[in-house]
Each structure stands twice: as C-alpha cells, then as structure tokens.
C-alpha cells in the first residue's frame, strides 16, 4: 500500500489552462456521471481524479483505483468484478471483484485503453445498466458505481484503430478533462519546483529553502518536460537532495541521472540518438531533430552545457569529466557559442 501525505496530494498551479481544469473538475464532480482524465504522463491524472471524488456527493464512499495497464488481461477481469471459486484455474476461493468493493462509491479505471476487448465488454454493461455478473457465476449483480477512467492516448484515434469500443468510449465521455502538459503552463514550472523543493529542505531540516539559481530557472523553465510533473519532481527532489550547502540556491540540474560515460550500449543507434536528443535537449523542446547533424550539435552542446553545470562552471573539471583537455574543452565552447 502507498501511503500519501496530506500534502501530496494538493494540486498546485496557478496558469489559466490549470485553472480552467480545476473549474472543469468542480463542475464534473457534481454529476455523477463518468468522467474521462486525459493527458500525457506525469500530469497529474491520478490527483484529478482524485479529486473529482472528494468533491463529489460520494465522497464519504470508497475510491477505489485499478490500474488496468498492471495486469493480465484475464486477471484484471477477475479483478474488477470477481470470481467463484474455480471460476478458472487458481481460483480457489471466491473473490469480491473491484465493483463491488466500489459500490456506492468510484471506481477510478487508470489506463483504461489497455483493457482488452471482452473487458470492454463487461465494461459497458456495467456503464449502462449496472450490472455484472461475477467470472464463473451466472447470478447478476447490481452496483451503483461512478467511473472515473484515465489514459495519456487518444481515445477517438484508438476507437478508430479498432482498439477502443466506440459505444464504451460515448458512455465514458460524458465529461472529458484533457490536462495540459506542463510546457504549456510556464507560469506552473516555477511555482511547482519551489514546492517540491522546499519539501526536500524541510526534510533535510534545512533553515529554510535557498531557492534555485537564476541558471537553474532557466534550464527548468527551458526544457521541455516530457514526464511533466512527475519529471520536474524527481528532478528537483534529486537536486535538492545533493545540494551541500543549504544557504546556496540550487544550481546544479541533472535532467537525466543514467547519464554515465558507462551506460549500457541501447539496442538501436538511432532510437538512443533520437532518446537522448529529445530527452536531454532544452532547446529542440518538442520538436525531433531533422538530421543527423542538427542532432549531432543539439547533443554536444547539452553535453558541454549539462558537465559546466554539474562541475559549477570549473572549466578544467568540466572538460576532464568529458575527457577533453582544456583545449579542446575551450575550443567547443566557442563553437557552441557558451563561453
Ligand atoms: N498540479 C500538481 N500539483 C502538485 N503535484 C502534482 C500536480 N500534478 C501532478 N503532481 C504530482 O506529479 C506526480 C504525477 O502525478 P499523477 O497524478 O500520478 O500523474 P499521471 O497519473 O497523469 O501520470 C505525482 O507525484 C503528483 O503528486
Ligand atoms: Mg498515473
């Protein structure tokens, strides 16, 4: 079980679009009815849904959350509506599946688009008439549940692919919440690694919490954060957990921790090429780079820039971590305009 602090769960943000989500999430939890939570990963799905329960007429009822992407497709059958016993082989005894846990209450379906076919199915009924029968048995059961499901793909698209039952899909989304990713909500960077930050000094029972230098708010506000939130957390925990000295601001940034002269080789070139300019690069944001040597300069100058920060701007440290002289280190500066 994952115990969460109180404070974990506040949803921090003040940009518009955050702002119109959390009037869209107000409305949404007084009717009722199923809800959609749409949006890339680390954005915050999880909490909206959350939410949407705690405001909702049910909120003294169960929140009962599956992730449908961490089982099997038989087992997450078994495990949302239950089985007799020998319903299939290992099922020894009889099971109360997730609806009925959820009766009364919500049922928050995580990842929702991976569920297969014949869930799908069972699914639906159960949207449309609340019923369900639990796997081996033919007596039906009624529950009265309200669904919360969430995904990072576009639903439309995989109803389109075959891969998404379109009636399911137009049941579900009777309220969609598409949450924006955290590049276009600038305003919410800041505020949010402030928070983050100051929750790891507070646990290092630092005096207070220094802040972040004004070369480390540039790179934060800079890069493109394909993890959103959950990315910028683990980012910023990480920094602040290394910091020494707790009266200076945090300046050293490390976007990607496996980065090491010694990580093991990717399987495809091209893949890693592509993984590490997207993922390391502030400056492509959202954009793959269009050949080889756009790529090529994107990535040296993240290195030079990523080993200045990481040696706080000693120039010989930087360039002896990179295995270049001096020389060498000083004449790629130049080239990449960051002397
Ligand atoms: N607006 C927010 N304010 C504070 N923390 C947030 C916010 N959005 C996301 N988080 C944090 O980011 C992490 C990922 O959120 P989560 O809801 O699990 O994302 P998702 O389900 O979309 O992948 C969690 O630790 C969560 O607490
Ligand atoms: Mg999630």
Redesign the pocket.
Known sequence: MRLIAPQ?Q????ESPA?LEIIDQCSRAARHDRPVLVI?E???????IAARLHFLSPRWERGFVQVNCAALPENLLESELFGHEAGAFTGASGKRIGRFEEANNGTLFLDEIATTSQSAQEKLLRVTEYGTFQRLGSNKTIQVDVRIIG?TNIDLPTAAGNGNFRHDLLDRLALDVITLPPLRHRQEDIML?ATQFGQRVAQEREWLSFPGFSSHMTDALMQYHWPGN??EL?NVVERAVYHAEDEFDPISIIEIDPFQSPFRPAPQSSDAALSTVVREKSNAVHAAKPTDYHQAVTILEREMLKNALMHHKHNQREAAKSLKLNYHQFRHQLKKHDLL
């Open positions: 974990d506040t949803l921090i943000g955050f949006g990963r680390g954005t915050g799905k999880e909490l969430a949010l939130v959950r957390k």
